[in-house]
């Protein structure tokens, strides 16, 4: 089940794993009848008819962080040892997780209009330094939008000392290591000569919050891509024993050991419907892809160990997991044309269906030829077919009435630059501010 996604990396298994079997609320959950009495009654969004999931129906991007914050360091600003994406979407009930390289080097704003580069890891730290707008996590954001071109709706930030504690109270997790790992020199502090030399040996073992801890984070005698995978390895071990009944004995200690470990701007009502979104979604529908394949090793001037990308190998990774799986099957190509008098229109409506998960690559912003100005926006189909999933997609995400979707006429003909197998007529009626708010509803 997607529960390991949305619930560990996003909201806490232990508490999204009680949601799901418990009625959350009328609406979200119609029929189901099951009812906790005492304390876990009292858990958010355990109430009939209380707050509103507000998830919507187009696609969901989440941007997780871990922060690899020693006890030694306090509060004190942290770079994200463990950085994500998670997508999913609501209505094709499809997920995709792609990992970032913690040492991937790329432009990060510098909160005056510029750039610089850096590890895309010092970007939290550096934001919460510098008094960037929003801070260490807004700037972590800016970043990762601005270089992957994926739009960011919720971010979910965990610390790992504190999500140790979510696994000592779930009884410690079953993780299945493939292959033998060790580290003499693991550090759980890193102060000089405090050693506790770690071994994991193949096969399926029991771990308690530090030893789970210690997996994720050795560095010795591996890469970034490797610790990336042990990570996700401890995420499914945390989703299958948060799914077990076992959770249910001490949901209250879970609950309040995960706000400890979480932080995210997702409400509890809407951790309450992501839950059950996540149990909607099967195993054969999940993917998990890194950046890893589309980078390559670089000594910087400074003598710093990065990971250069590669700007045409990511776009291939990103549309792969972030593009609607039947748009791209129909593969049929969108000419968005600009005719609502105003420039750059088209360019904005692309960029706004390439958010949603419509493939980048089937779509093409282009100006009218005969500089046409109409009221009300339009699709014409030129492919022949009827009532496609594209045509679909595109009247739900443009709100386009069934009455704007045509059949070319002869003089469409002459509007359309390129042998789009759809023509869409943007109207002067486009609001890209409302239909990107729409999006969400």
């Not at 009532?387 to 070319?408: C, F, H, M």
């Amino acid at each position: 089940m997607l529960a390991f996604a949305v619930l560990v990396f996003a909201v806490g298994a232990a508490y999204g794993a009680l949601v799901l079997v418990t009625r959350v609320d009328e609406i979200l959950f119609p029929g189901n009848g099951i009812r906790l009495s005492g304390p876990i009654g009292g858990l958010p969004g355990m109430d009939k008819g209380s707050g509103d999931s507000g998830i919507g129906k187009n696609r969901i991007n989440f941007l997780v962080m871990g922060l690899d914050r020693r006890p030694q360091e306090g509060q004190s600003p942290s770079r994200s040892d463990t950085m994500f994406v998670l997508t999913i979407d609501p209505q094709a009930k499809t997920a995709g997780i792609l990992g970032i390289p913690r040492d991937l080097y790329v432009d990060i704003p510098d909160g005056d209009g510029g750039y610089f580069e850096e590890r895309i890891n010092t970007a939290v730290v550096y934001g919460e330094a510098n008094d960037y707008k929003g801070g260490g996590r807004q700037l972590a954001i800016d970043t990762v939008e601005h270089n992957l071109g994926v739009k960011i709706d919720h971010y979910v930030i965990i610390d790992f000392e504190g999500f140790k504690e979510v696994i000592d109270a779930l009884g410690g997790i079953d993780v299945d290591v493939p292959t033998y790992l060790s580290d003499p020199t693991y550090s759980d502090t890193e102060l000089p000569g405090d050693f506790d030399p770690q071994e994991f040996e193949p096969g399926l073992q029991h771990m308690d919050g530090d030893t789970a801890l210690a997996y994720a984070r050795i560095r010795q005698n591996s890469g970034d891509l490797d610790r990336i995978q042990r990570q996700q390895r401890i995420i499914f071990a945390v989703m299958d024993k948060a799914l077990s009944l076992n959770v249910l004995r001490n949901a209250l200690e879970l609950w309040n050991k995960y706000k400890d470990a979480i932080g995210t701007d997702i409400n509890d009502f809407q951790i309450a419907g992501f839950a059950k979104l996540a149990a909607d979604i099967p195993p054969e529908k999940i993917s998990a892809l890194s950046l890893g394949p589309a980078t390559t090793p670089w000594m910087t001037p400074q003598g710093a160990s990065v990971l250069l990308p590669s700007a045409e190998g990511i776009g291939r990774i990103v549309q792969a997991l972030f593009s609607d799986q039947q748009l791209l099957e129909e593969q049929a190509v969108v000419e968005v044309q600009n005719c609502t008098g105003e420039a750059g229109m088209a360019d904005s409506t692309v960029k706004l269906l390439t958010n949603l998960g419509f493939p980048q690559q089937y779509l093409i912003a282009a100006s009218t030829p005969n500089g046409d100005v109409f009221p009300t926006t339009s699709i014409v189909d030129f492919s022949g077919q009827t009532d496609t999933y594209t045509l679909q997609k595109l009247a739900e995400w443009l709100n386009v009435p069934a009455s704007g979707i045509r059949q070319p006429t002869t003089g469409d003909e002459s509007l359309r630059t390129s042998e789009a197998d759809i023509l869409v007529l943007l109207g002067s009626d486009t609001d890209i501010t409302s239909l990107s708010s729409s999006a969400g509803d």
